[in-house]
């Protein structure tokens, strides 16, 4: 069973950077898309950005030219570096990794991102 095990949260002031990091627990074949997703208190959980094989990068516009996705394809990591942080964006952050050969994600654990005014 693979883990995907996320890194970097925390809390910060308004106008911070974080960066998070996800690596899975062992290598995965053919990976395709890799994203973060998001879910603040009361809230649904939202993509915040996500990454083709090929580089290719969507991003929620909440968070456009704030926020920049990047991946690892040597050690299948992928990061969120997050820069200009606002209390709204606070929230627990969750990292996705679809495999080519696999109709599903695997998902991390979640790691909490507190930024306050």
């Known amino acids: 069973q693979v883990r995907l095990v996320e890194s970097g949260g925390g809390l910060v002031q308004a106008g911070g950077s974080l960066r998070l990091s996800c690596a899975p627990s062992r290598s995965i074949f053919s990976i395709n898309v890799m994203a973060w997703y998001r879910q603040a208190p009361g809230k649904q959980r939202e993509l915040v950005a996500r990454?083709?094989?090929?580089?290719?990068?969507n991003y929620a516009d909440s968070v456009k030219g704030r926020f920049t996705i990047s991946r690892d394809n040597a050690t299948d990591t992928v990061y969120l570096q997050m820069n200009s942080l606002k209390p709204e964006d606070t929230a627990v952050y969750y990292c996705?990794?679809?495999?080519?050969?696999?109709?599903?994600?695997?998902w991390g654990q979640g790691t909490q991102v507190t930024v306050s005014s």
């Open positions: 990454i083709t094989s090929g580089g290719i990068t």
């Open positions: 996705t990794v679809r495999p080519a050969w696999l109709n599903s994600d695997y």
